[in-house]
């Protein structure tokens, strides 16, 4: 049974910074597309980051976000940067098979497993 476990998550001042991870368990995390996609109270979710071989990032987070991923932990890690109020956000951790990842990174439907989520709030 694949769990994705979220933590990292708290409240920081406009400009700070917080590091998430994600624990995975019951997969390899090499072996799948793994991302974060965050959900701002009355919005839609929206995808944050990914990683395979490479690296994909919304528009919004680049170059302030990273992610990346320490295979013998099965952990992906999320550093954000230069934080803003409108990253204010829950932010979830996702895994998805590689099959079709190309072009499709992105889609949030394509993605199989998800975390129960944690709070990022950024105060101004």
């Known amino acids: 049974q694949v769990h994705l476990v979220e933590s990292g998550g708290g409240l920081v001042q406009a400009g700070g910074s917080l590091r998430l991870s994600c624990a995975a368990s019951?997969?390899?995390?090499?072996?799948?597309?793994m991302a974060w996609f965050r959900q701002a109270l009355g919005k839609e979710r929206e995808f944050v980051a990914a990683?395979?071989?490479?690296?994909y990032y919304a528009d919004s987070v680049k170059g302030r976000f990273t992610i990346s991923r320490d295979d013998a932990r099965n952990t992906v890690y999320l550093q954000m940067s230069t934080l803003e109020p409108e990253d204010t956000a829950v932010y979830y951790c996702?895994?998805?098979?590689?099959?079709?990842?190309?072009?499709?990174?992105?889609?949030?439907?394509?993605?199989?497993?998800w975390g129960q989520g944690t709070q990022v709030t950024v105060s101004s």
């Open positions: 019951g997969l390899t995390s090499s072996d799948y597309a």
């Open positions: 990683i395979i071989s490479n690296t």
């Open positions: 996702a895994a998805r098979p590689l099959t079709g990842v190309i072009g499709t990174i992105r889609r949030e439907y394509d993605y199989n497993y």
